[in-house]
């Protein structure tokens, strides 16, 4: 996966919520910290990328399962290393399948099928960007590995964890493996 700053939520949309200037360099330390915790835990970039390569295990079955979704493109599909035609040897889906046709399957060895193909999102959904916004709120101005800090009378307690909110979009857009093809 390809390290990138760019937020995956509006750094306007946070400071709505910190009342702080969307320039405010801690505020887009904390919305780039938490987009790249999400790109980190669900094991992609999220935004589109353009015709990615990747090497696929076959199956035995009719259909394999690209790892990231949603698919915009197939551009090249290689079956030990020749290429199959589009609409006559397979055919794909937005969810991510890449179907035999013609009561064909793929075989089941590893590493056989080669694919080239888009994935992401032009606009990140509203789920993601929720989810970035809620966890860069609870970072900003927090310190890390930091739980509870007390001075004179005072003490404050950070939460360090996740919200259902995350771990929900975490599941929806992880990279899938593959086994319910």
């Known amino acids: 996966m390809v390290a990138t700053d760019t937020p995956l939520a509006d750094p306007a949309a946070l400071a709505v919520w910190l009342r702080v200037p969307a320039d405010d360099p801690l505020l887009l330390a904390a919305l780039t910290s938490a987009s790249n915790r999400f790109r980190g835990e669900v094991g992609h970039e999220v935004s589109l990328v353009e015709n990615e390569q990747v090497t696929l295990d076959g199956n035995g079955r009719e259909s394999v399962l690209l790892p990231v979704w949603p698919t915009v493109g197939v551009s090249e599909v290689l079956l030990d290393g020749e290429e199959l035609v589009e609409g006559t040897d397979y055919d794909w889906s937005e969810a991510g399948f890449l179907r035999r046709l013609g009561c064909q399957y793929w075989p089941a060895r590893l590493r056989c099928i080669q694919v080239t193909y888009s994935h992401g999102w032009a606009q990140t959904p509203s789920d993601i960007q929720e989810a970035v916004i809620e966890?860069?709120?609870?970072?900003?101005?927090?310190?890390?590995?930091?739980?509870?800090?007390?001075?004179?009378?005072?003490?404050?307690?950070?939460?360090?964890?996740?919200?259902?909110?995350?771990?929900?979009?975490?599941?929806?857009?992880?990279?899938?493996?593959?086994?319910?093809?």
């Open 135 to 181: 966890q860069a709120r609870a970072g900003y101005g927090g310190q890390p590995g930091l739980k509870s800090k007390a001075v004179g009378g005072q003490s404050v307690t950070w939460e360090t964890g996740v919200t259902s909110q995350w771990s929900k979009a975490v599941e929806r857009h992880q990279v899938q493996t593959g086994s319910d093809a």
